[in-house]
């Protein structure tokens, strides 16, 4: 699974945000997080962009959450953070982006396509909530 530091950030975030009732700036965030300023910020925007979060200007401007915790998948999230799909394999949502071009002699296909399917599924119904209880 491709999770990287991206992803880790956007939750440890959200979480953070989803538990203040004002937006929280990436000044704020990054302190409490001990994490790059820059980094974080582009991550933010990224959540902002796909409607995770509602980003507010001014002093006491910051993000807040644009959906309830139950309401944002974790595929979605890390969707976002990623800024691409989700896959455990280049090819295993799709046999036609196989990187060797084998694909039609590919007997790990099937099984790939199966467990990629299965972790989709489970990131669909996994949320925010789930991972703040």
């Known amino acids: 699974m491709l999770f990287t530091r991206a992803t880790e950030y956007a939750l440890l975030s959200l979480i953070i945000i989803a538990k203040e009732d004002k937006p929280l700036g990436t000044d704020y965030l990054s302190k409490k997080l001990n994490i790059s300023r820059s980094f974080l910020a582009k991550i933010l ?48 949502s799709n046999q036609a982006a196989c990187p060797s071009n084998q694909a039609e002699f590919c007997t790990l296909w099937p099984f790939l396509n199966k467990l990629q399917t299965k972790i989709d599924n489970f990131l669909d119904d996994l949320t925010l909530k789930d991972i703040m209880e």
């Open 45 to 92: 925007q990224s959540l902002a962009k796909q409607k995770i979060l509602v980003s507010y200007k001014g002093a006491a401007g910051g993000f807040a959450l644009a959906k309830s915790p139950q309401e944002l998948s974790i595929k979605e999230i890390t969707q976002a953070a990623e800024g691409r799909p989700i896959n455990i394999f280049d090819c295993s």
